[in-house]
């Protein structure tokens, strides 16, 4: 997952404006991994014409999984009442998620552990530093 942008639409639109600024932040994709919605395909055709491009629900599953987090506190919430209200919590849920889940795959389980407490005493610093 490289970015997260909260849009009121799906269209081809949004789409191209999603991808522009991935393409200006990460560079140009080898592959692009999206769901079956017909408004990607002319996007990436046109930004990306090299990249290879892969609809399948299958191949989304690590996406998926990765937005879970957020589709939980979404449902506590009682759903966003804006874009602007998700894109302000995603925002803050990012930073803080990159800290607390570290890459899992890259990682031992030894070198896991430490990577988690070494968040925890980090956040617990920053809590401490917040309310003294």
């Known amino acids: 997952m490289l ?11 949004a789409a191209k404006r999603f991808l522009g600024r991935l393409i200006t932040r990460f560079g140009m994709p080898r592959v692009v991994v999206t769901d079956k919605l017909r408004s990607y395909s002319k996007p990436i055709a046109q930004l990306m014409p090299d990249a290879d491009h892969r609809a399948h629900k299958g191949l989304n ?12 506190r979404e449902k506590i919430m009682g759903r966003f009442k804006s874009p602007r209200q998700a894109q302000s919590f995603l925002a803050a849920h990012d930073q803080i998620n ?10 031992s389980a030894i070198s ?11 956040w617990r ?7 003294p």
Do not use: C, W
């Open 61 to 72: 599953n690590r996406i998926e999984g990765a937005h879970r987090p957020t589709r939980r």
């Open 3 to 13: 970015d997260i942008l909260v849009q009121p639409g799906r269209s081809a639109k």
């Open 125 to 131: 610093s920053y809590a401490a530093e917040m309310h």
């Open 112 to 122: 896991y552990r430490h990577a988690r407490a070494d968040a925890f005493d980090l």
């Open 98 to 107: 990159v800290i607390f889940r570290p890459r899992r795959y890259r990682l």
